[in-house]
């Protein structure tokens, strides 16, 4: 099992009608990842009132993707990933307990004591980890890091062509920017490297 916790910095910096409407935001990504990875979820994501998002997942897929959702919002936050075992007690993730959650919020503390990175992500791996697991973490944070180089305009462009699987012409409707301009910027980008990737993972 794997355990994703994600603390939102930016949200302490806002005012109350602007932090409520973040809220809404961050819940309607965080159902956008239950429902389309619903067979990874061991539990449902959810957003605690100490603005963390708790995620309880078996694949990298929900959490790269939600990554990637966030990092559209250009939102600042902590990633911290930990394997261990999980007490299901109820099916939202932050009413879950057991090892896997304190090795995330651990990998999260290692991270506050870089007070120079803005953005990171850390990661504790159970000694009696699977490889599968072990691989999942893997590959979260290397697919993460390579999002991390991409602009606002790149991530949302790319967002589309990975996970929405929209050729240029149907990115260049959605967005409203022209075909050249998309594809311009799209190869910039390791975008299609990494669509190549991800389905390869996928397949594995």
Same mark, same amino acid.
């Given at each position: ?11 302490? %910096?806002? #005012?109350? @009608?602007? *932090? ?5 935001? $961050? *819940? ?5 990842? @239950?429902?389309?990875? *619903?067979?990874? =979820? ?25 990554? @990637?959702?966030? /990092? ?10 930990? &394997?261990?075992?999980? $007490? $299901? ?6 009413? =879950? %307990? ?7 919020? #651990? ?18 791996? %159970?000694?009696?980890?699977?490889? %599968? ?5 893997? #590959?979260?944070? /290397?697919? !993460? +890091? ?10 949302? !462009? =790319? ?8 050729? $240029? ?5 959605? &967005?409203?920017?022209?075909?050249? #301009?998309?594809?311009? +910027? /799209?190869?910039? &980008?390791? =975008?299609?490297?990494?669509? *190549? ?8």
């Amino acid at each position: 099992m794997i355990a994703t916790i994600i603390d939102i910095v930016s949200s302490k %910096d806002i #005012n109350a @009608h602007e *932090r409520k409407k973040l809220d809404k935001k $961050i *819940r309607d990504i965080l159902c956008q990842t @239950h429902t389309r990875f *619903r067979e990874y =979820c061991l539990a449902i994501p959810t957003l605690t009132q100490g603005d963390s998002i708790e995620l309880l997942v078996t694949s990298w897929q929900p959490i790269v993707f939600l990554l @990637h959702r966030l /990092l559209m919002e250009e939102l600042k936050f902590r990633v911290g990933l930990g &394997t261990g075992t999980a $007490i $299901i007690q109820k099916e939202v993730a932050d009413e =879950c %307990d057991g090892s896997v959650f304190w090795n995330a919020r #651990n990998a999260i503390d290692e991270i506050k004591k870089m007070k120079y990175m803005s953005i990171s992500l850390g990661f504790i791996i %159970d000694d009696k980890t699977s490889s %599968d697991e072990r691989n999942a973490v893997t #590959n979260s944070v /290397l697919l !993460y +890091t390579s999002l991390l180089s991409l602009t606002t305009a790149q991530l949302e !462009y =790319c967002f589309y062509y990975i996970w929405e699987k929209k050729q $240029i012409s149907e990115i260049s409707e959605v &967005t409203r920017t022209s075909k050249g #301009n998309i594809s311009k +910027t /799209l190869s910039k &980008t390791p =975008c299609y490297l990494l669509e *190549r990737v991800m389905a390869f993972l996928n397949e594995m």
